[in-house]
């Protein structure tokens, strides 16, 4: 019986066709369903192989020929391969074990994988200052059946943007006679409009009038946990100076290393000055 014929499909169906009639037979023959374990294996085998694009091609083939053969440079090597031909095909992306080329019967079998669940991806978003401790989050997650369910996951301090983590065993777990896949969470990370991040560090811009420049002053500022430090502006400040605050910036992943808060001062002029303050100003820098 071909794989056809144990899906119920013609040898022309497409792969949705393949796919429909595959899940259809999964539900009714899963021994967890109270379905024969034999009959859901065969149907399993079936769409392994028809279901995938690529070993179907290599299955149509295999019927028609009656048997996989290599032929190079027009000689016929039955279940051989030349000496080297091997590696040139690794370069290719293709994998060999011992049950390649006909030994044990299974010219295909090098290429078979582990049977288990899909791996599931989602993404989710989390706040700047979050970054700053490790997260527990409980997530909801669409199994390929249309349920859902829920999962706890870590996610570690210092995460950067688009970071993605692994928790194994977390992923689909429609056939539960299976292995689960993974859970793959792809972690983006929200912009704090009040700082720029610049790898561990983050850059704060604060304004002070030209005068204060000057003068020196006395400003507060605010940290991405909610602190607020006391930072002396001396007397001269030029336009751009940064003004460092040591860790109080951003962890690295997985580090105890975190970065600075970096102070940036930008000069502004006062703008709508009265006549008074205009004359005072040129008595003060002798301007006529």
Same mark, same amino acid.
Request: proline content about 5%; hydrophobic content about 35%; aromatic content about 8%.
């Given at each position: 019986?071909?794989?056809?014929?144990?899906?119920?499909?013609?040898?022309?169906?497409?792969?949705?066709?393949?796919?429909?009639?595959?899940?259809?037979?999964?539900?009714?023959?899963?021994?967890?369903?109270?379905?024969?374990?034999?009959?859901?294996?065969?149907?399993?085998?079936?769409?392994?192989?028809?279901?995938?694009?690529?070993?179907?091609?290599?299955?149509?083939?295999?019927?028609?020929?009656?048997?996989?053969?290599?032929?190079?440079?027009?000689?016929?090597?039955?279940?051989?391969?030349?000496?080297?031909?091997?590696?040139?095909?690794?370069?290719?992306?293709?994998?060999?074990?011992?049950?390649?080329?006909?030994?044990?019967?299974?010219?295909?079998?090098?290429?078979?994988?582990? *049977?288990?669940?899909?791996?599931?991806?989602?993404? =989710?978003? /989390? +706040?700047?200052?979050? $970054?700053? !401790?490790?997260? &527990?989050?409980?997530?909801?997650?669409?199994?390929?059946?249309?349920?859902?369910?829920?999962?706890?996951?870590?996610?570690?301090?210092?995460?950067?943007?688009?970071?993605?983590?692994?928790?194994?065993?977390?992923?689909?777990?429609?056939?539960?006679?299976?292995?689960?896949?993974?859970?793959?969470?792809?972690?983006?990370?929200?912009?704090?409009?009040?700082?720029?991040?610049?790898?561990?560090?983050?850059?704060?811009?604060?304004?002070?009038?030209?005068?204060?420049?000057?003068?020196?002053?006395?400003?507060?500022?605010?940290?991405?946990?909610?602190?607020?430090?006391?930072?002396?502006?001396?007397?001269?400040?030029?336009?751009?100076?940064?003004?460092?605050?040591?860790?109080?910036?951003?962890?690295?992943?997985?580090?105890?290393? *975190?970065?600075?808060?970096?102070?940036?001062?930008? =000069?502004? /002029? +006062?703008?709508?000055? $009265?006549? !008074?303050?205009? &004359?005072?100003?040129?008595?003060?820098?002798?301007?006529?």
């Amino acid at each position: 019986m071909t794989h056809y014929a144990t899906l119920g499909v013609s040898e022309s169906a497409s792969q949705d066709e393949i796919k429909k009639a595959y899940r259809k037979l999964a539900m009714q023959h899963h021994p967890d369903k109270g379905g024969d374990t034999n009959k859901f294996q065969e149907i399993q085998s079936a769409y392994d192989v028809v279901g995938d694009e690529q070993r179907r091609a290599q299955y149509d083939a295999e019927r028609r020929h009656g048997g996989v053969r290599f032929n190079f440079n027009g000689q016929d090597l039955g279940g051989g391969m030349p000496q080297g031909m091997e590696d040139m095909l690794r370069n290719f992306g293709f994998a060999f074990g011992p049950g390649f080329a006909g030994q044990n019967g299974d010219p295909f079998g090098a290429f078979r994988q582990p *049977r288990r669940n899909k791996d599931i991806q989602i993404d =989710i978003m /989390v +706040p700047l200052s979050s $970054t700053l !401790n490790d997260q &527990q989050k409980t997530i909801s997650v669409q199994n390929t059946n249309g349920g859902r369910q829920t999962v706890d996951v870590g996610i570690p301090r210092g995460v950067r943007p688009n970071t993605t983590i692994k928790y194994p065993n977390l992923g689909d777990n429609f056939f539960e006679s299976l292995p689960r896949g993974d859970l793959f969470v792809r972690v983006h990370v929200e912009n704090d409009t009040k700082f720029e991040v610049n790898n561990q560090d983050l850059i704060y811009s604060i304004d002070i009038d030209c005068v204060r420049a000057m003068v020196g002053d006395q400003i507060t500022v605010h940290g991405i946990d909610g602190k607020h430090f006391e930072l002396t502006v001396p007397a001269g400040t030029q336009p751009g100076t940064k003004f460092r605050i040591a860790n109080q910036g951003l962890y690295a992943m997985n580090q105890n290393i *975190r970065g600075s808060l970096l102070v940036s001062v930008k =000069i502004t /002029v +006062p703008a709508h000055l $009265t006549d !008074n303050q205009k &004359q005072t100003l040129k008595e003060l820098f002798l301007i006529h």
